[in-house]
């Protein structure tokens, strides 16, 4: 999941023709001078923290300015700042316009129905999530169709609008279903959609771009998002590793398995604190680097989970007792091992010649681990 | 009877050359599926395991009959491989391949659909019924042939589930790993009748996950049109909200898609919930005992 910062998500739109306020994005309180001294940002304008967290404009991290020396001294304020655990490094400067009303819109993937999801509604500029449901228009969209001309005018309608404004909608409508097909969106949200005169404009951008597809997509690699730094090394090394609060480190393969892992030991008082899947691999090295990533996160005790099928178990074990050899004693930690499923004697008798025991049911083998965490058995 | 697979299952290997085809086409084959044919596009006229190659699928078809395809190509082809598939008529479609991105599976799916053909997956395990046919990568050693269905989005805690059965002297009738991806092409809903339809099952287990309404909406199949005994368990509640846990499915935003509004939907529809998925097995075994009684 990449979200985009709204400046980003803006010059998205603005290649696919979305209706926008004239703006600049600034990382220095004299290049907001500049921009609006050089006419880039006219006046009044707005002055917003980039940054992904919503609830900006009750925070403090967007502000109005009526003079160049305003719009320096609002930068200036917010460059730095720090907003929800988010470093502000970025600041957009766009013209403040006349509005008449606040609309919302948006398209996501409706899993259920397993098509995306036109949302509309005229109560925009609050979190889509206050509003009352009678008030959202839902529209379901054929992605061999796309989005039809009956559909677009029942969109229009609920909005209010009328005229011109009409004309405004289906410009707006057809880059929002263009961005989330083209781009691989999972979300992209325009909120508020403002009414400007006879027109509309896009304030708000938030773009949600898919990880899977970034193979055809490499602009957004170097796009920052809410990883920690060892969850994007691991992401480097397509392991799936999700820091939490507790000590336990846990690896497992296999999502569902992981989960039920976590599950399992917080019911025996245990506190995960890093969530690690192996995935499927059959390669010794993967495994090997999983562990020494673990070992960076410096768990109080690790729970080694897995159960066999394309990840053999003695690869596994072959992986860790390797990652053993190379963890300075000083960072290494106690391990409880579980290995079930596909050559399972081998891996056992592998960790066995480490020194290693294998547990044979998940709840001893947890109730073994939180014990060696420190925590009650 | 079995579900979606079974003796005349006639099995294509889309991918069968690369490392994963190869392993799972005689894993397969010692299951005791019929692996009629694999393909790789210009390898053609070689052998896997014993099985023809093609370069095609449609060569495959005409050649060997073949009606199910289980598909291991990489994520920026899978959808080209699940498109050829349908076009050259196989009706159901097993996508093991995990990444591939959910735009191109709604194309995927909705073809598929529109052509009569069903998919499992992507991201998924495949499906397997026990002394018939397995189309899939779930592994060998944890099935057992009985008369319990298994209906699962995940992988490895599906074999974990699947051996727990097997170890408490029961078996399956039917698994199927549904995947873990937030489009996938059958779903508790899709695959709930089939089993309600199956002579050879008596029970079936339900393994959820965390994120989305999946079981919330197997929930109401249960409540109206379900008469055997479910045992539904779903992983994740203690996951935090907003963080990703490894599926891309399993993501829970804003309070929807937790454990606990599952399983509460779950219980309220007649469902046996086990806590843990070690309580399964005696769960099942209560229940079928329970249910028998009446």
């Not at chain 2, 489009?183 to 199956?198: H, K, Q, R, Y």
């Amino acid at each position: 999941m990449v979200k985009l910062a709204e400046w980003r998500g803006k010059e998205i739109f603005r290649q696919y023709g979305m209706p926008l306020p004239r703006g600049r994005v600034v990382r220095s309180a004299a290049e907001a001078a500049s921009a609006v001294a050089a006419g880039s940002v006219p006046l009044p304008c707005v002055v917003k923290a980039q940054v992904l967290a919503g609830g900006r404009g009750k925070g403090g991290a967007v502000r109005f300015a009526s003079t160049p020396a305003e719009a320096e001294a609002a930068t200036g304020a917010i460059l730095g700042l720090e907003f929800k655990g988010e470093r502000v490094r970025e600041v957009l400067l766009e013209e403040k316009l006349p509005i008449a009303r606040e609309l919302y819109l948006s398209v996501a993937l409706d899993r259920s129905l397993r098509l995306p999801i036109v949302m509309a509604s005229a109560r925009g500029g609050v979190e889509i999530e206050s509003v009352d449901d009678a008030q959202i228009l839902r529209v379901p969209v054929h992605p061999f169709v796309g989005l039809t001309g009956y559909e677009r005018r029942r969109i229009a309608t609920t909005l209010g609008l009328v005229g011109p404004a009409v004309r405004s909608l289906d410009t707006v409508l057809t880059a929002l279903w263009q961005i989330f097909e083209r781009e691989d969106a999972e979300l992209v949200e325009i909120n508020p959609l403002a009414v400007v005169g006879d027109g509309l404009t896009a304030l708000d951008a938030k773009v949600i771009i898919e990880d899977d597809a970034s193979f055809r997509h490499p602009q957004y690699a170097e796009v920052r998002d809410d990883r920690t730094p060892l969850e994007e090394i691991a992401r480097e090394k397509e392991i799936a590793f999700v820091q939490l609060d507790g000590n336990i480190g846990v690896i497992a393969n296999g999502a569902g398995l992981t989960m039920a892992t976590l599950d399992v030991l917080q019911q025996f008082g245990g506190r995960p604190g890093v969530f690690l899947d192996l995935g499927g691999t059959d390669d010794p090295k993967k495994v090997t680097e999983a562990f020494l990533l673990m070992a960076k996160a410096r768990p109080a005790a690790v729970f080694l989970n897995i159960f066999g099928g394309v990840t053999r178990c003695d690869t596994v074990a072959l992986g860790l007792v390797e990652a053993m050899k190379q963890v300075p004693p000083a960072e290494r930690f106690p391990l409880v091992a579980r290995i079930r499923g596909n050559n399972e004697d081998e891996g056992i008798a592998i960790l066995r010649s480490a020194g290693v025991t294998s547990l044979h049911e998940l709840k001893e083998s947890v109730q073994a681990a939180v014990a060696a965490a420190g925590g009650r058995p | 009877m079995s579900v979606l697979v079974g003796p005349d299952s006639r099995i294509v290997v889309q991918g069968i050359t690369g490392h994963q085809g190869t392993v799972h086409t005689r894993q397969m084959l010692l299951f005791g599926s019929r692996v009629v044919a694999g393909t790789t596009p210009g390898k053609g006229g070689q052998s896997v395991e014993g099985v023809p190659v093609f370069d095609s699928v449609q060569e495959a078809v005409d050649r060997t009959q073949a009606n199910t395809s289980v598909i291991f190509v990489p994520a920026p082809f899978a959808k080209d491989a699940l498109l050829e598939a349908v076009d050259a008529g196989v009706t159901l479609a097993v996508v093991v391949t995990e990444h591939i991105p959910f735009h191109d599976m709604l194309t995927m799916y909705h073809y598929a659909r529109s052509r009569g053909a069903r998919i499992i997956g992507p991201n998924c395990p495949g499906i397997a019924a026990p002394g018939k046919s397995k189309a899939g990568i779930i592994p060998n050693v944890v099935f057992r042939p009985g008369r319990i269905g298994v209906i699962s989005r995940s992988g490895t805690l599906t074999y974990e589930i699947v051996n727990g059965i097997k170890e408490h002297g029961l078996g399956q009738s039917t698994c199927i790993g549904l995947g873990g991806d937030p489009v996938i092409g059958t779903t508790f809903v899709d695959a709930l009748p089939l089993f309600e339809a199956d002579p050879d099952t008596d029970l079936v287990v339900l393994v959820g996950e965390i994120g989305g309404t999946a079981e919330e909406d197997a929930a109401e199949v249960l409540r109206s049109h379900f008469t055997k005994p479910v045992v539904a368990y779903v992983a994740g509640r203690s996951a935090p909200p907003g963080k990703r846990m490894g599926h891309a499915g399993a993501i829970i935003a804003r309070g929807k898609g937790t454990a606990a509004s599952k399983l509460e939907a779950l219980r309220a529809a007649g469902a046996e919930v086990a806590d843990f998925p070690y309580e399964i097995p005696d769960l099942v075994a209560r229940t079928l005992k329970e249910r028998g009684r009446r």
